[in-house]
């Protein structure tokens, strides 16, 4: 099999570095990439399972390639991912012109499979694997100024919403040393920034390493400018952890922490494994150790069994923190998640409205954190040219605000270029270069 691949990706970051992964694999065998469904011999959609909508849109689109098939029967369809983990043999079913169904840990095996004669009945490949790391496989890189790397795979964790864990399986880490590897290879290649996946990233632990030893490794990459994570989790937030994020210079002044609740009886009810008042200690000693830290969250309102009270508390702490940014959710039950079975104790209607008063509150929190860098120097990483208009350019503070500034002689993308804020527009900041 040569030819040509399509991979169509649904869900997270580590979804997108996954689909990097299997691109890296068909190329390496002669493949090659295409964006146009109807040219291609082989069509992967990589899909998630984290809520009903996203399954949703997914089952639309793997059927609408349903008309490929007819039009070149020797097109194969392969479902991969989250979806394909949850639903396995049932996909088929509904959706009989597709030929592979691939779970997260078995993307050798569908490599494999193409390079072979197409099976004659849809192949079901969902054994989970808890030793796959991919380790040895390149990822295709997925930008020339920011990497996403997914050091760790899989979740210990039993959050009582959550199906990943049922579908990434346990938690296993790859060897620091294909890490530093990754990361030297992404900025040989001229990547400024690299972005470390997991769902629980700083729970990341070898034989010889854990997440603070990795980052100090990482900070050593000569060439490489900022160093960023997601998602860490608060139980694994130690000193030992935080100190390291300070004292590597690289690492950016900015933690995506998700808190979920603010009331200690919905985080026993989350299985969440730390309590309030911990949260805000966390809160407190990154702040100490880390100037100018930004603060982000995800945020789930109208848990089963959450009272008014309850909610107030998530208020109080939004409050408390004065978070820069947050995704914000309305509980979604999932089948196979541990609270699926209580099914829910909100209306509809109740939990938008919960879920519009926090937004209100975090977008007034949001736009006054904003306006409070006006006047402050920061260093930019420039991504891109601005969409709306090509004499400006758009970066990031080390702190994750975007920034626009006019074009200048020397700037580009992965250009690290001292800026000074000006103003906000919407929620985007503007600045000036300063050129040394
Ligand atoms: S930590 Fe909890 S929310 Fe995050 S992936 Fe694991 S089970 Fe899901």
Redesign the pocket.
Known sequence: MSGKYFLATFGCQMNVYDSNLIGGMLEKKGMQATGEAGEADVLIVNTCSIRGGAEDRAYARIAAMRHYKRRNPDVRIAVIGCMAQNHGEKIPVELDHVDYVVGPDNYRELEEMIFKDRPKTPAILTEQNAFENYDGIMAKLDSAVTCHITIMRG?N???T?????TV?GVERSREASSIVEEVERAVSEGVKEVCLLG??VNSYRTEGDDFASLLRKLNRIDGLKRIRFT?P?PRHFDSNAIRAMAESEKVCNHVHI?VQSGSNAMLKKMR?QYTRERFLEIVRELRAEIPNVGLTTDIITGFVGESEADYLETLSLVEEVGFDSAFMFQYSPREGTPAFAEGETLTAAEKQERHERLVQLQMGITERNLDAMAGRVEEILIENRSSRDRNEWIGKTGCCKKVIVPDAPGLGKGSLVSARILTRSGLVLRGESIIA
């Open positions: 979740c964790k039993r959050c919403y959550c199906i990943v864990p990434r769902q629980t998602s989790h998700p969440r």
